[in-house]
Nanobody, 129 residues
Framework: QVQPVESGGGLVEPGGSLKLSCLAS????????IGWFRQAPGKGREGVAC????????YVTDSVKGRFTAARDNAKNTVYLQMNSLGPEDTAVYYC??????????????????????WGQGTQVTVSL
């Protein structure tokens, strides 16, 4: 059963850092694209970073570029989201999602939630004093 499993959320002060992990349970990263998404209260779900399945190409959205980075460890079948210089605007539930990689998508450069089929339960990130 394809099931992304997130971990690593929590409470952090402004300016701090957190590292989220997404374990690819029941599937192999080589064949699935992975996306990190977040949803703040009262807002829609937005893409944060996406990684292609075949080539591991990484795309980070403009809203977090320079502060967030993503990485894939095939040996551990795990994807990471390193978040630095966190601010209150980063407070949200963060989701990891997977989609079977094909010639037609998912496309990392669009980081579109609708292209991903399997979603984790989410992990809360709260940035506050």
């Amino acid at each position: 059963q394809v099931q992304p499993v997130e971990s690593g959320g929590g409470l952090v002060e402004p300016g701090g850092s957190l590292k989220l992990s997404c374990l690819a349970s029941g599937f192999t990263l080589d064949y699935y694209a992975i996306g990190w998404f977040r949803q703040a209260p009262g807002k829609g779900r937005e893409g944060v970073a996406c990684i292609g399945g075949r080539d591991g190409r990484i795309y980070v959205t403009d809203s977090v570029k320079g502060r967030f980075t993503a990485a894939r460890d095939n040996a551990k079948n795990t994807v990471y989201l390193q978040m630095n210089s966190l601010g209150p605007e980063d407070t949200a539930v963060y989701y990891c999602a997977a989609g079977p990689q094909s010639d037609y998508g998912p496309r990392p450069e669009t980081c579109e939630p609708a292209e991903y089929d399997y979603w984790g339960q989410g992990t809360q990130v709260t940035v506050s004093l």
